[in-house]
């Protein structure tokens, strides 16, 4: 079993050409089965049925792992068995069919208009890590980037003149984003300063020694403004999920966030209707005379 599944894996690096992170995602994965078949004695891919399959996807549930996490760990049982039938390894799929357990969906965790304003508003001091992080977060907010999408960014990317960017996104899909007044100020207080760090490359964002800063290192320092800014913890997801609530909370337009966030699938992008929900269930409470609310709950 461990034989093919290196076989497999082989496969999806040489010929499929999936990331390092990917790759090492599956074969973990795939590696929590092939444990659980140790114990349940099932001695070949092609002798595991759903009935063991189910039960394994049990007990990791018993164990705390999460549905979302049960759910990838599915799909990569489902591409594993492809490929199996594909070579005449196998002639079924133990994972057709099987869902994972359902799982509370939490919603993303966003800042409200005004804390989003209060961390992009305040005095930027004049220097080069100032203004970088400063144009970082501009765009974060005003384009919705993942943090990938900001990390892999090149000048030849941006349109300044237009106010645009195109990005590369999931998939190896590309979409060109608008990119707001605010931001553009910001990246045109930043574009000096960055050429006189003698850039490596075409990067976007790049330290104080000309290198691309890496998604680490962007982390840390919008980690470091949240915490200055707003006294709070944050992240570069956070940004992308208030541009996306405060983008339909204004148009409710959810095609459009869709197309902005580049998802693949409308269900992704239905996530912020529950928040715009939240909005409106807030201001109506707040604003209703017949829903207002006196301390303890009671109407």
């Given at each position: 079993?461990?034989?093919q599944?290196d076989?497999y894996c082989?496969?999806?690096?040489s010929?499929?050409?999936v990331?390092?992170?990917?790759?090492e995602?599956?074969?973990?994965?795939l590696n929590?089965?092939?444990?659980?078949?140790?114990?349940?004695?099932?001695a070949s891919?092609?002798?595991?049925?759903?009935?063991?399959?189910?039960?394994?996807?049990?007990?990791?549930?018993?164990q705390?792992?999460?549905?979302r996490?049960?759910?990838?760990?599915?799909?990569?049982?489902?591409g594993?068995?492809?490929?199996?039938?594909r070579?005449?390894l196998?002639?079924?799929?133990?994972?057709?069919?099987?869902?994972?357990?359902?799982?509370?969906?939490?919603?993303?965790?966003?800042?409200d208009?005004?804390?989003?304003?209060?961390?992009?508003?305040?005095?930027?001091?004049?220097?080069?890590?100032a203004?970088?992080?400063?144009?970082?977060?501009?765009?974060f907010?005003?384009?919705?980037?993942?943090?990938s999408?900001?990390?892999?960014?090149?000048?030849?990317?941006?349109?300044?003149?237009d106010?645009?960017?195109?990005?590369?996104?999931?998939?190896?899909?590309?979409?060109?984003?608008?990119?707001?007044?605010?931001a553009r100020e910001a990246?045109?207080?930043?574009?000096?300063?960055?050429?006189?760090s003698?850039p490596?490359?075409?990067?976007?964002?790049?330290?104080?020694?000309?290198?691309?800063?890496?998604?680490?290192?962007?982390?840390?320092?919008?980690?470091?403004?949240?915490?200055?800014?707003?006294?709070q913890?944050l992240h570069?997801?956070?940004?992308?999920?208030?541009?996306?609530?405060?983008m339909l909370e204004?148009?409710?337009?959810?095609r459009?966030?869709?197309?902005?966030?580049g998802h693949?699938?409308?269900?992704?992008?239905?996530?912020?209707?529950?928040?715009?929900?939240?909005?409106?269930?807030?201001?109506?409470?707040?604003a209703?005379?017949?829903?207002?609310?006196?301390?303890?709950?009671?109407?």
């Open positions: 079993m461990e034989r599944l076989a082989e496969h999806l690096r010929e499929r050409q990331s390092p992170h990917t790759l995602a599956y074969r973990r994965d929590k089965v092939l444990a659980l078949c140790a114990k349940q004695q099932v891919w092609a002798t595991l049925d759903i009935q063991a399959l189910r039960s394994m996807v049990a007990r990791l549930h018993q705390g792992q999460s549905s996490s049960l759910a990838r760990l599915l799909s990569a049982v489902r594993l068995y492809h490929y199996l039938n070579e005449g196998c002639n079924h799929d133990p994972a057709n069919g099987l869902a994972p357990p359902k799982g509370e969906r939490r919603l993303p965790k966003t800042l208009t005004d804390r989003a304003l209060q961390l992009l508003d305040g005095a930027v001091e004049d220097d080069f890590l203004h970088r992080d400063q144009a970082i977060l501009e765009l907010y005003s384009s919705g980037l993942r943090l999408e900001l990390t892999g960014l090149n000048l030849d990317q941006l349109d300044l003149a106010g645009l960017v195109q990005v590369h996104g999931k998939g190896s899909k590309t979409r060109v984003l608008p990119v707001g007044k605010k990246l045109q207080l930043w574009l000096p300063l960055r050429a006189l003698n490596a490359d075409d990067a976007m964002f790049v330290s104080q020694k000309g290198r691309r800063l890496g998604p680490r290192a962007i982390q840390l320092r919008v980690k470091a403004a949240g915490e200055r800014e707003l006294g913890n570069p997801h956070m940004l992308r999920h208030s541009f996306a609530s405060h204004s148009s409710q337009d959810l459009a966030v869709q197309e902005l966030l693949s699938d409308i269900k992704t992008t239905q996530i912020y209707t529950h928040l715009d929900f939240q909005h409106l269930a807030s201001v109506y409470d707040s209703h005379p017949r829903a207002k609310r006196t301390k303890g709950g009671e109407q």
